[in-house]
């Protein structure tokens, strides 16, 4: 494996990646679609997240209210960065804070899928690798989630799910991250 090539499609490590989690609030989650199974990975994601010290970042857009609580409450240590555009990194608190951390990676999560996640993702690249966390990313319409996520593939974002991430940063089974990460997986 030395000596080998490294590029954006390789494995990731958590060392290198952090997680960004954009828009779970309150007065958005009722309308997006598949809101339970989003919400649910989310959560996975931030439990991950603490077992194997992957730092997280959690926006809010202004004016439609709080992270949901069940999120809040996994993320309980992360204040949310508010913010008024799309892009995240149209944002100077985000920016500073993604810089403040330091790794290469953004692992995406959150809502909506066309509109903050992709606006993020796409302007990230080529400066970031990417990777979209695809069964914890949606829009207020199922076809509005599958145009983000094609076209964040096309500019070179990884699509990825909640589990493979999870295996991916594990690497292999019996570790006590394993141990502590096989509830979230059954």
């Not at 989003?38 to 730092?55: G, H, M, Q, T, Y």
């Not at 069940?70 to 990194?89: L, M, P, R, W, Y």
Request: aromatic share 6%; charged share 25%.
């Amino acid at each position: 494996m030395c000596g080998i090539p490294r590029n954006t499609y390789d494995l990731i490590t958590g060392n290198d990646c952090v997680l960004l989690v954009i828009d779970v609030q309150e007065r958005l989650i009722p309308v997006i679609s598949e809101k339970e199974k989003i919400v649910e990975n989310v959560i996975r994601l931030l439990k991950f997240a603490k077992i194997v010290d992957i730092p997280v970042v959690l926006t809010e857009q202004i004016k439609l209210g709080n992270t949901i609580l069940d999120v809040q409450k996994e993320a309980s240590d992360t204040k949310a960065i508010g913010k008024a555009h799309f892009n995240c990194f149209f944002c100077d608190e985000f920016v500073d804070k993604i810089k403040q951390i330091d790794r290469k990676t953004l692992v995406i999560a959150g809502v909506e899928s066309h509109i903050c996640v992709a606006q993020t993702a796409i302007y990230a690249l080529p400066d970031f690798n990417v990777h979209i966390i695809s069964d914890a990313v949606s829009s207020r319409t199922s076809e509005n989630r599958h145009i983000a996520l094609e076209r964040m593939k096309q500019a070179g974002a990884v699509i990825s799910s909640t589990e493979m991430f999870i295996y991916e940063i594990l690497q292999k089974a019996g570790t006590d991250a394993f141990k502590a990460t096989l509830q979230l997986v059954k």
